[in-house]
């Protein structure tokens, strides 16, 4: 059985930087294709970044890109998702997800596994 477990969340001042990290458990993260997404109060679930199972490709949503880095640790079967420049809107529950397939992306619904969430709060 695949877990996913997420940490690095927090307060942080709007201009801040904090790291999340998501431990792949059960599997190697090697098997999987990588997503960050993130869920606001009141809002949809949205996609944040995502790689590919070779760490070579990524993606990144409009409101991220720049700002945001997503990584992957073989040796420490891990990914990471470093989060600069944070604004207010950042805030929200953010998650990591993996996929089994060789495709990946921005699709919630091709990933198959999920974590708990940790929460990261953007103050003024």
């Known amino acids: 059985q695949v877990q996913l477990v997420e940490s690095g969340g927090g307060l942080v001042q709007a201009g801040g930087s904090l790291r999340l990290s998501c431990v792949v458990s059960?599997?190697?993260?090697?098997?999987?294709?990588m997503g960050w997404f993130r869920q606001a109060p009141g809002k949809e679930r949205e996609s944040v970044a995502c790689?590919?199972?070779?760490?070579?490709?990524?993606i990144y949503s409009d409101s991220v890109k720049g700002r945001f880095t997503i990584s992957r640790d073989s040796a420490k079967n891990t990914v990471y998702l470093q989060l600069n420049s944070l604004k207010l809107e950042d805030t929200a529950v953010y998650y990591c997800a993996a996929s089994s397939r060789y495709t990946y992306g921005a699709d919630s619904r091709i990933y198959d596994y999920w974590g708990q969430g940790t929460q990261v709060t953007v103050s003024s």
């Open positions: 059960g599997r190697t993260v090697n098997m999987y294709a």
């Open positions: 790689i590919s199972r070779s760490g070579g490709s990524t």
